[in-house]
């Protein structure tokens, strides 16, 4: 049946037609006991000769229906109606995509405002295990306020393998956005997805599909034939790097292509970056779902802040790991390091040398046979020149090892107290402090190195996690955000945010944090512990052990890290 202007659908009644596609014809409609506009979607007729259609119509709508995204247009509910099945969805004042980029190309800018928002919807519902399969221009939604939305998510999957006339003679996918293996009829996945948002991408930098013919057949021929036309031969002023990205993702073999979603945004942002370093500014914390054991390529940041004088490239590190002695070699590294700072350095990056400390690295005196002779011979050190910062380190940290604490903390004060800006005398402090479960010790170091140096962004992290752990949840929001706005890779400081939005209640917005975090860093294992600590809060036990086990056999991940893991474990296995 074809509902009619005027017309009384449950609760609805129907004002105008909006649009007709395919597999469903959009009628715009009031819903008086909310008195709200809503959008409903009438599923074609021909779906009804198909016996098993409603049973999985049901199926499908409820499984879309949980989906729960910013970016994506929300299901409010399904019915029947004289046995026409429709949806009801959010109605949303725009336009398409499609009829946006109608005139003229769209500049790089608003391309990479479109194509993030709907990559992060993708990402997530990857993650829900739900594939969308017909991603194309139409599909994705403009509002009038700028809000993105990728629309239409499960009416190709309710369609595929029916009975009907109309699921038996249409191809499921648009020509030209389908996917080669989705062309053929083999199995699909998200490397589908991302071909069809690359076609999308295609067309939004270049004014034109990759393939256009005069009949679908030939279209879908090329997708699985022909070789893709070379982006910078259709539009000279695209980059290489920009290219590169369409070629990867476009790719006829699904291996060839990106592993995931996030992995093809950060490609993309990396390469709209490097062409345009103006749009950096546009560099915000991208929110992204993924399923934990996903790859990532990780991006520079386009505007990172300048770093320690180490030459080696920061990489997101675990936070408080536990202080054990490390090696000679590194400890050697150590002693030149400090050698160098102590003449005046603006900070020392989280992700770089500054992870040695908080590791417990120790200083090993040539000639020290046992720690009480290096205590020995760094005192000698210190009185030889008590404004040597690094001396009264390197004597602090075997005071620490040999579990004179106090006269530890004494030590790292004096190396402060030689060189404000040794960002390391209020790291290694605040760690000691931390260590002692003494919190309210090292938020006082920590804010006293904020004070002094406050655009280092590891002291920034720290002061924050301890703030979380007091319960001082705003104020160490606010120190994440600023770590974020120095350091947009900076892994530790999404995984914050993640715990804050977590025990705050906001678990959407943990996901979308956890998700960016393991985006950048996908072995990191504070994402997999913040991860299963939102598993247990959902109920999803299974998906908590495995996220809790991830932590267990990392390498990386500390040992009281790994023990709270344990602990969980022990927690749900009691709960059988």
Known sequence: MSFALGQNVGPYRIIEQLGQGGMATVFKAYHPALDRYIAIKVLHPAFKEDASFITRFHREARIVAKLDHPNIIPIYDFAEEAGTPYLVIRYVEGKTLKAEQRDALLSLDQVLAIIRPVANALAYAHAQGVLHRDIKPSNIMIANDGHVYLTDFGLARMAKAGESTLSQDMLIGTPQYISPEQAKGEAVSERSDIYSLGVVLFEMLTGRVPFSADTPYSIIHDHIYAPLPLPRSINPNLSAELERVLLKALAKDPAARFGNTP?????????????????????????????????????????????????????????????????????????????????????????????????????????????????????????????????????????????????????????????????????????????????????????????????????????????????????????????????????????????????????????????????????????????????????????ARIEFNLVIKSTSASPELKLKAENQLRLLDSKK
């Open 263 to 543: 992995e093809f945004l950060s490609a993309f942002e990396q390469a709209v970056f490097q062409t345009n370093p103006a749009l950096a500014s546009m560099a915000t914390p991208v929110v992204v779902l993924t399923r934990a054991s996903s790859a990532a390529t990780p991006r520079p940041a386009p505007t990172a802040p300048p770093v320690s004088i180490a030459t080696k490239t920061p990489q997101p590190q675990p936070k408080r790991r536990a202080l054990t002695p490390l090696s000679c070699a590194i400890t050697a590294l150590v002693i030149v390091f400090f050698a160098i700072v102590i003449g005046g350095v603006s900070f020392i990056a989280r992700d770089d040398l500054a992870r040695i400390f908080r590791t417990g690295a120790t200083t090993s005196t040539p000639g020290a046979t046992s720690v009480a002779d290096q205590i020995k011979a760094a005192r000698d050190s210190v009185q030889k020149n008590s404004t040597d910062g690094g001396a009264h380190l390197r004597l602090a940290e075997l005071l620490e090892r040999n579990k004179e604490y106090e006269s530890a903390f004494l030590e790292y004060e004096a190396a402060i107290a030689s060189n404000q800006k040794l960002s390391s005398g209020y790291l290694r402090a605040g760690a000691l402090a931390e260590k002692l479960n003494e919190l309210d010790r090292a938020k006082k170091y920590y804010q006293a190195g904020v004070n002094a140096l406050p655009d280092n962004p590891e002291l920034l992290l720290q002061l924050a996690d301890v703030l979380l752990q007091q319960k001082q949840y705003e104020d160490a929001k606010k120190n994440y955000d600023k770590v974020i706005a120095l350091n947009p890779n900076s892994a530790l400081a999404y995984v914050g945010l993640g715990d804050y939005y977590r025990v705050t209640g906001k678990p959407n917005d943990a996901i979308q944090q956890y998700t960016r975090a393991a985006s950048i860093d996908p072995n990191l294992p504070e994402v997999h512990f913040g991860q299963g600590l939102l598993a247990v809060q959902f109920n999803q036990i299974d998906k």
